[in-house]
């Protein structure tokens, strides 16, 4: 069997006309091994459009399913088309793709590996509740996962084939899953989950979908998913 040596770029988008074109010709301009797929999560702006003529190729959705939705999409195409390493990158800008080879180091040691906000690159930082929440999210995730983790709410993360069967077999598509949940459910089957330091940048356009409140209120809903994703159990992984 021919191995596929390329590495899939996931990029879930809604109504990112705005941001996506620059997100993806950045992304083709970093390493000629990346190939791009936009899933357009329902857009009803240009998304989709503008993500295709930027090199794309872009998986449309029908209506909007969250990013849980659009990122099993994503890793049902990485699987269909054999990608040995997949990474997820948002379409806002936020991510650099200049760190997607640091991210995708980590696939050396682990079969998922996190681009972690809170780890001595950057200045990014959160305060009061929200980083209470944080805290206290990373520390469960960690003793869960067997790692030390900093940044369990990033989606900044990339899978090797292992991780990629596993997201097909069970990645949530409800609120909050596709960051806690997707990692509980990951390290209870086995997979091994490693972070590696990463700076996040600025939206370039755009307001972020979360203000300070909604921030705080998001972190607190992401306990209660931890807490349904530690319910759920051990689930097995695919070799």
């Given at each position: 069997m021919v191995v596929n040596e390329r590495v899939l770029v996931i990029v879930p988008a809604w109504n990112e006309e705005e941001n996506v074109g620059r997100t993806v010709r950045e992304i083709l301009a970093t390493d000629a091994r990346y190939d791009v797929v936009v899933v357009d999560d329902g857009s009803t702006d240009g998304?989709?459009?503008?993500?295709?003529?930027?090199?794309?190729?872009?998986?449309?959705?029908?209506?909007?399913?969250?990013?849980?939705?659009?990122?099993?999409?994503?890793?049902?195409?990485?699987?269909?088309?054999?990608?040995?390493?997949?990474?997820?990158?948002?379409?806002?800008?936020?991510?650099?793709?200049?760190?997607?080879?640091?991210?995708?180091?980590?696939?050396?040691?682990?079969?998922?590996s996190i681009g972690a906000r809170f780890a001595t690159v950057g200045d990014y930082s959160v305060r009061g509740p929200r980083r209470w929440a944080m805290l206290f999210l990373?520390?469960?995730?960690?003793?869960?996962?067997?790692?030390?983790l900093?940044?369990?709410?990033?989606?900044?993360?990339?899978?090797?084939?292992?991780?990629?069967a596993q997201y097909v077999r069970y990645y949530p598509a409800e609120y909050l899953g596709d960051t806690i949940d997707s990692l509980v459910a990951?390290?209870?089957?086995?997979?091994?989950?490693?972070?590696?330091?990463?700076?996040?940048?600025?939206?370039?356009?755009?307001?972020?979908?979360?203000?300070?409140?909604?921030?705080?209120?998001?972190?607190?809903?992401?306990?209660?998913?931890?807490?349904?994703?530690?319910?759920?159990g051990p689930r097995k992984a695919h070799s």
């Open positions: 998304t989709a459009a503008v993500a295709r003529a930027a090199g794309a190729t872009v998986l449309p959705l029908p209506f909007n399913l969250g990013v849980g939705g659009a990122m099993k999409t994503g890793y049902t195409y990485a699987l269909r088309h054999d990608y040995a390493q997949a990474i997820q990158v948002d379409a806002d800008g936020q991510h650099n793709p200049a760190d997607i080879a640091e991210v995708l180091s980590g696939l050396a040691v682990a079969d998922i990373a520390g469960v995730v960690s003793r869960v996962a067997n790692a030390r900093t940044d369990v709410t990033s989606g900044f993360r990339a899978a090797n084939r292992r991780a990629i990951g390290a209870h089957a086995g997979l091994i989950v490693t972070q590696v330091p990463v700076a996040m940048r600025p939206r370039v356009y755009g307001r972020p979908s979360q203000g300070p409140v909604g921030s705080t209120i998001y972190l607190f809903r992401s306990v209660f998913a931890l807490g349904l994703a530690l319910i759920r």
